[in-house]
């Protein structure tokens, strides 16, 4: 899907826009988390993790950043990289001095 979404801003040459996440990007970060852990075979750490919990990963990462418990930032310490006026792509940034 985000492969999709950014080779089509590409191939249109269209200008891409960032912004800071905000709670309504929950999902898509948990998404973007998610897809970022998933090695070659397909299997992300978060299924072995969950897996005796019964837990689906992608509801325990969204519940991860509702609660701001996620070790690689909280929601607004991510920028959204929107493309077609859709998310696209997302990256946790580090603020030097910010306390995070």
Request: hydrophobic share 40%; glycine share 4%.
């Amino acid at each position: 899907m985000l492969t999709e979404v950014v080779l089509a801003m590409i191939q249109s040459h269209s200008k891409p826009s960032y912004r800071t996440a905000t709670g309504t990007d929950v999902p898509f970060l948990a998404q973007v988390t998610y897809e970022a852990t998933l090695p070659p075979v397909g299997k992300s750490f978060w299924d072995d993790l969950l897996q005796s919990t019964e837990t689906e990963p992608h509801s325990f990462l969204e519940a991860m950043f509702q609660n701001e418990a996620s070790n690689w930032g909280n929601v607004q310490d991510f920028i959204v990289l929107e493309a077609k006026d859709e998310p696209a792509a997302a990256c946790a940034v580090f603020r030097p001095g910010s306390g995070r």
